[in-house]
């Protein structure tokens, strides 16, 4: 049992450290990721959905950052782990890129 | 119908009829019956009026309208009194939409260019033709060059998001306003300083200090006319413009200040209002971030230094700052509009929202504020993504912080032109006129003779539309059904209008709706078009429906409520949630995080620098063959100082060259001392190439001829005043 | 029990922007021919090089004394219970002697309908309980109309209140009725007009004054 919980806590980092070098490293296609946000994320968090109403003006840039670096901790992690690395850098971009306090906020009709 | 049956409508056909108009839609625009206006007797006939509500689009402005419609005809266009934006008033241009409705000159149905671009040579086509050929074009086009190979180009137009909404189910990111023409700069550096954009309480504002921005010419409303009324509410104006502008001549002071030197001027007023500590040390304690190093950094902007650079005496710029400080916060830096002038213009503006932010003048009477706004619903669609598109725009990384949605109308032509990053070779254009507004006109030529395909949609035929190969006639806004859109606009707060057509499609013009719903289905992408424009309003409706009832009784809905005290406590949209005199990310690029000034390149000997500007009734280029608003101004000339055109023996009246590296133009010299000896001006809108624009063809002079296309180095604006002229007597 | 009106307009001119919105209006709304105005703005400066320092509209005064009346040979031409001058169009001959006789230069022969023509106050409007066109599309109200004879109206009290002018023609009073705020320089353009030889005009009509106050 604590060895499962090991093995797995370890995946995690893992992956939560990759995802970090990744980010550090490449640059995603916003554009893309806006196009897999709507896909993927907004099913659910749209007006009226299952979850809360998102969109890349929905948190600063600081906010953003600290979801990305905690996916394991959100509640739709396992629709996280379904996406590539690139799409999630690619979501990453497009929220990130597109957030309430940056350069070129989302306006989103 | 025959002439006898004309005459005598009956009452019960008449209200059929209208009835028929004011059908369907949530909105239903009211067709009120106002009266008989009966003739004297003998007059057999009784004309009926009906009274008709839209929204002015001979500007940007957007003024609520009540249009008096005869028999079917717009007779006349009255201001709607509840349209508070506009104070319930309609300017020369306003009154001249029946000229623009009832221009016969006007587009009338689908033309193909025949023979070379620009030689004017037309074969009608019917609108299935000019659509199936506009769609394989858009077709061929996406495949050879990927989606993004096809450009988009949509003008300030209430149904430009249609165009928009289209470009992203085609997939291409390549879609430009007119906006990087105008004001993107000063957006840009508001939006740095304080994470929006906020809007001028002029109407309650003491101390105004308006650099450039004309608002007695370039109306804007509500502040022209608040402008005026603050004035008769001892509110004093200060105007700096190399310029002796009708605003310049009803202002307390008026300064001719050296072109581009604003920022010297505006620096040694923060450094006078720093010095002597004229500011709310609370406010710049609790609000703002990046204090200390602005103090530090605007010791050297002395106003003694400040005199030499701008040519405005020191003791003045020292009392200007000690008067404006003292009016704070009823006091402001009039943050204007068009900012398309210098390669620093966003750092020019940072400079005036910074002298702003040390007014305290934030979500304050008479300062600049953020009105609550009304929101309305969309109806979204799920474009596809197209995976062999390239990564971004063609005009990304050009400018250092370009605004992705607006991009930069030079940087793409600049783009296209060399063909890098990736060609583009299709290019759509709707209410827009980049022939006349983008600097530099023979380099647009030069971009559209690189091009497959040009397609432009538009009323009349404009100099644009003269250069395109298919060309689809537009109706005017008087008869048009058009979605509902939010306004922002200071101490009036906000509004929604709308429009519904006044009278019925004239000839075979089609709204862009339906033109791009057209497109859509011949391309596959008819499912993200499948809705009606009353679909569209009823989804823009869903979250405030409040409005529909205001819409239909009165033409216009307005919020209404205090429009300051309102973002107590709100955090700001910037990274460091402040006003931020010192941008961090700005440094993070590289960018000055403090506007540094630097002085406006000398002119050369023999040389003028050519200033841009308009009047209140010769604006937009589309306003200058208005019959009714030509009478006003029948060709542009050279505003020229005495002593200059004296040494060049130019006398007034006498036509004159105007050249530049970007071309050369002639133009008749209006010698006056209403401009500084070293600046020359002329109006916008005239020297057009079309031959359809009868009443100005061969008249006046095109300034974007001459006008060498610089840019804003952060946000790729266009920057229209470095350009140096020589001129002739020829 | 109907009481005479006296419409008049009173004009802050320190307001004006010369925008031409008000010409524009008035265009539209009375049809005026292209090459003539039923109303216009002068503009002092901008001449010699000075430069331009106020805006001042203007329009037909509809005088209480009108010369222009008294021109018209066939009587096209009268001054009514309300205050306004109006033009017959069934009568008016198109002579052009009013046109001369006014000393604002407010007439002028329409050359689509060869008859008279000037401002009569929007009196279309007025009829539908509308003011002006002039009036009302303008961007920073410059004019104010109203009934000088209702004691309640605008006009009335501000006759009493502000310090008003009126622009009085060279040697002669035709008692204009728009009314200028106190503030405006553009005193002495009016003309001295060309009266046809054979009318009578009241002794009060020759007077020497270049401005009226009204206190």
Known sequence: MVKKFTIAAITMTFLIVSIGVSMAGEKGNARKGKYLFRKTCRTCHLEGGSAKELSPVSKTQAEWQKVFDNIDQLNCKDEWAKLSEKDNLDIYEHLYGHAFDSPSPAKCK | MSATKTKMMSRRKFLQLSGVLAATTAVTNPCRVLYALTKDAGEKSAAEIREIFSACDMCFNKCGLIAQVENNVVKKLDPNPKSLKSRGMLCARGNAGVKQLYDPDRLKYPLLRKGARGDGKWQRLSWDDALNHAA??????????????????????????????????????????????????????????????????????????????????????????????????????????????????????????????????????????????????????????????????????????????????????????????????????????????????????????????????????????????????????????????????????????????????????????????????????????????????????????????????????????????????????????????????????????????????????????????????????????????????????????????????????????????????????????????????????????????????????????????????????????????????????????????????????????????????????????????????????????????????????????????????????????????????? | MTQRKKYVIIVDAAKCIDCKACMVACKVENNVPEGFWRNWINVLGGENGSLRTEFQPSQCMQCDDPSCVAACPVQATYKQDDGLVVIDPEKCIGCGNCVTACPYKARYRNPVKKIADKCDFCEDRLKQGKEPACVVTCPTKTRIFGDLNDPDSRVAQMVKKEKLVRIAAPHINTRPNIYYFEGTRLLDWAVTPMLPGNINMPKEFWKSESSVKEG
Request: net charge neutral; proline share 6%; aromatic share 10%.
């Open chain 2, 136 to 730: 394989e074009q858009l077709d061929r086009i996406g495949k050879e060059y990927t989606r993004c190979g096809f450009l988009f180009m949509a003008g300030t137009d209430m149904q430009s998001t249609f165009v928009h909404q289209f470009a992203e189910a085609y997939g291409s990111y390549n879609v430009i306003s007119h906006e990087s023409n105008c004001l993107l700069s000063r957006n840009r550096a508001f939006l740095d300083t304080f994470g929006v954009m906020p809007t001028p309480d002029v109407l309650n504002c003491k101390y105004v200090i308006m650099p450039g921005a004309n608002r007695f010419e370039a109306l804007v409303t509500p502040d022209s006319m608040d402008l005026m009324t603050a004035k008769g509410n001892k509110s004093k104006l200060i105007v700096l413009d190399p310029r002796f502008t009708k605003t310049a001549a009803l202002a307390d002071e008026w300064y001719p200040i050296k072109p581009g030197t604003d920022m010297a001027f505006f620096l040694a007023v923060a450094h006078v209002i720093i010095k002597e500590e004229l500011y709310d040390k609370a406010f710049i304690k609790d609000k703002t971030f990046g204090f200390e190093e602005l103090r530090e950094h605007v010791k050297q902007y002395t106003p003694q230094w400040a005199a030499k650079e701008t040519d405005i005496p020191s003791k003045d710029i020292l009392r200007i700052a000690r008067e404006l400080a003292a009016a704070a916060p009823a006091a402001m830096i009039y943050p204007g509009r068009r900012s398309s002038d210098y390669e620093d213009s966003t750092q020019i503006r940072r400079s005036y929202a910074i002298v702003n932010a040390l007014l305290g003048n934030w979500d304050q009477k008479g300062g600049l504020q953020v009105p609550k706004k009304v929101k309305p619903g969309s109806l979204h669609i799920e474009a596809p993504f197209y995976e062999d598109n390239p990564d971004d725009r063609v005009d990304a990384g050009r400018a250092q912080m370009m605004f992705d949605e607006e991009g930069s109308f030079k940087h793409t032509r600049d783009a296209v032109i060399e063909g890098k990053p990736y060609p583009i070779k299709g290019w759509m254009t709707y209410k827009t006129n980049p022939m006349q507004t983008g600097a530099n006109r023979n380099k647009t030529i030069e971009m559209i003779n690189t091009l497959d395909f040009m397609m432009t949609v538009d009323i009349a035929m404009s100099d644009t539309a003269w250069m395109a190969d298919l060309v689809l006639p537009a109706p005017s806004y008087l008869e048009r059904q058009d979605p509902l859109s939010a306004f922002l606009a200071s101490s009036t707060c906000s509004g929604v209008i709308t429009r519904d057509p006044v009278v019925p499609a004239m000839f075979e013009s089609k709204p862009v709706f339906w033109i791009v719903k057209e497109l859509a289905k011949r391309l596959d992408l008819g499912e993200f078009f499948n809705f009606t424009m009353d679909d569209f309003r009823k989804a823009q409706l869903k979250k405030i429906p409040e409005v529909a009832k205001a819409l239909k009784e009165d033409g216009v809905y307005n919020i209404t409520g205090p429009s300051f005290g309102i973002h107590k406590g709100k955090p700001f949209k910037t990274r460091s949630k402040r006003i931020e005199f010192y941008n961090t990310r700005y440094k993070d690029k590289g960018i000055d995080p403090m506007p540094v000034y630097k002085q406006p390149k000398t002119i050369p000997e023999n040389h003028f620098r050519i200033v841009v500007g308009r009047n209140a009734y010769v604006t937009q280029s589309a306003s200058t063959n208005n019959s009714l608003l030509w009478e006003l101004e029948k060709e542009n000339t050279l505003w020229i100082h005495p002593t200059p055109a004296n040494a060049l023996g130019i006398k007034n009246a006498e036509t004159v060259s105007v050249s530049s590296s970007a071309g050369k133009v002639t133009i008749k010299a209006r010698v006056t001392k209403e401009t500084r000896p070293d600046t020359v001006y002329m109006d916008t809108g005239f020297g057009v190439l079309s031959k359809n624009l009868t009443n100005i063809f061969g008249k006046g002079a095109c300034i974007a001829e001459i006008l060498e296309d610089k840019a804003d180095k952060i946000s790729g604006n266009m920057a229209m005043h470095e350009t140096f002229v020589m001129v002739a007597k020829t």
